[in-house]
């Protein structure tokens, strides 16, 4: 039996665990409102952990939320499990996960603050020219970050040098 108490010990291993196996992406897109005659920038953050064990993901689940989804590989029947994660619960998990990151905490960092700007926007209100500039910046620095992850894990590095390297167009606060 899986427990889903959110100790210090299963935060560690998680964090863990996702530095490993997760990933953080930040979402955007743009529609057109016929309603209301007007285009509007939809944004969104996402953690994911595919894993082919699914207990893991179950108390991943169990302790920051999330959704399983299960898909069988046509070639040879392997089944994958994913769990998603999105917006708010994303990134309070980022949060609790961070002091234990040592791979993808610029990517978390990034995540949080993304979130917090997403939240203190008012949905109806929209965002200004400026703000969605920024966003867009936020989304090129995790794909940058997400790129140097992938890089350093094929030569096998360490990502110290990760909590140095300069945001390119904004500053992002790192989170404590």
């Excluded at 040098?161 to 904004?170: E, K, V, Y």
Aim: charged fraction near 25%.
């Amino acid at each position: 039996m899986i427990s889903f108490d959110k100790t210090p010990d299963a935060i560690a291993y998680l964090s863990g665990f996702f530095d490993g196996e997760g990933t953080v992406v930040v979402h955007h897109r743009n529609d057109w409102n016929n309603k209301y005659q007007k285009s509007y920038s939809g944004w969104r953050l996402q953690i994911t952990i595919s894993n082919r064990c699914k207990d893991p993901l179950i108390l991943f689940a169990g302790i920051f939320g999330g959704r399983i989804t299960e898909s069988v590989d046509c070639d040879n029947g392997n089944v994958m499990y994913r769990l998603s994660l999105t917006g708010d619960h994303a990134a309070n998990a980022l949060g609790d996960m961070r002091p234990h990151l040592l791979v993808k905490g610029r990517q978390a960092d990034c995540g949080i603050y993304l979130q917090d700007r997403i939240s203190h926007t008012h949905r109806k209100a929209g965002i200004s020219e400026d703000e969605n500039a920024i966003r867009i910046n936020i989304r090129h620095e995790m794909k940058r970050l997400n790129g140097l992850v992938s890089m350093k894990a094929r030569l096998n590095l360490l990502a110290e040098s990760d909590q140095t390297l300069p945001f390119p167009f904004i500053a992002i606060p790192v989170t404590k």
